[in-house]
């Protein structure tokens, strides 16, 4: 069968809501057909969707196997799954002690664990119907239903070989950690944090996914080397003022880069901020999420 029939196999089996079964067909698709999956991803905002979805579909199935297994330590590569940043995380309970502490019963946080209880209903139904599955942990929630989509989204936008990087208000640290691994993992790399209760979990994922130059702070101290590359999701410029960290933002070199996802009330001083500090502002082709849009500041 020829390739164009099996993707719109796949889609049918989609648009009628068996994600099971489209997403063990898009495995082989991806396994034989990778690079024209990948065209009509880049064309199309359906397959974009489609490949979401079905990543999330398969993530899921994958933890639920390992959690029938009794496994505490969980590991997701969805290599396969990529465009650019390939992912893979390992991480175990003290991120979900972490999560619970963290995000605990947020609106926006159970909205996922009911998205993530659909889809996990209809695995069970449709290939293990008789066997007995715990509940997924938050970790593996936040990890298909945020983390995955982070990164996905930012993919383009992320650059593969930065000479050091900071994340600011990384909470779990589960984004950066994907995202390290993804390029080789070897930079210097400072996760800042101001709840010092992030430190567990972002030690224990640091050591699980092998991140040795990666380190923990609760705030960037101006006598570290300036990196060339400084994120922030859902809190620089989101939660607080990017002026909180001017001694970092003041002090990066030419051409580093700074990511920023910016609330819509925050957009114009944000903008006046790094154009000030000589930056160039460019908004991303993408939207972060319904209170605000992706910015890069390039200097």
């Known amino acids: 069968m020829s390739f164009a029939k099996q993707y719109r196999a796949v889609q049918s089996l989609f648009d ?10 898009y495995v082989d698709l991806f396994t034989n057909y990778k690079s024209q999956v990948l065209d009509a991803i ?10 979401r979805k079905l990543m999330q579909q398969h993530a899921l199935r994958k933890i639920l196997i390992q959690r029938i297994k009794g496994q505490e330590v969980i590991d997701i590569d969805l290599s396969l799954f990529s465009i650019d940043t390939p992912f893979h995380l390992t991480f175990d309970s003290n991120v979900s002690t972490f999560l619970d502490s963290w995000k605990g019963e947020s609106e926006a946080f159970l909205w996922h664990k009911k998205s ?26 936040y990890a298909v239903f945020w983390v995955l989509f982070d990164l996905f989204l930012l993919d383009s936008a992320l650059p593969t070989n930065p000479t050091g990087y900071v994340s600011l208000g990384c909470g779990s640290g589960m984004f950066d ?36 130059n990666t380190t923990y702070a609760s705030s960037w101290h101006s006598n570290l080397p300036p990196p060339s590359f400084v994120l922030s999701i859902r809190s620089c410029g989101f939660v607080y003022d990017v002026s909180e960290y001017n001694h970092l933002f003041k002090n990066l070199k030419p051409d580093s880069f700074v990511i920023l996802d910016v609330r819509f009330d925050r957009t114009t001083a944000t903008e006046k901020y790094f154009t000030d500090l000589g930056f160039k502002v460019e908004q991303l082709p993408f939207k972060a999420n319904h209170k605000g849009n992706y910015y890069k500041f390039t200097r």
């Open 16 to 25: 009628a809501g068996d994600r099971t079964e489209a997403a063990e067909r």
């Open 42 to 51: 880049r064309a199309q905002e359906e397959a974009r969707v489609i490949w």
């Open 116 to 141: 993530a209880e659909r889809y996990c209903d209809e695995i069970r139904r449709n290939t293990l119907n008789d066997i007995e599955i715990p509940e997924l942990s938050d970790a593996d929630v």
């Open 177 to 212: 950690c994907a995202y390290l691994r993804s390029i080789g993992g070897n930079i210097p790399a400072v996760l800042v944090d101001t709840d010092q209760d992030a430190f567990t979990s972002v030690k224990s994922l640091v050591h699980r996914n092998g991140l040795s």
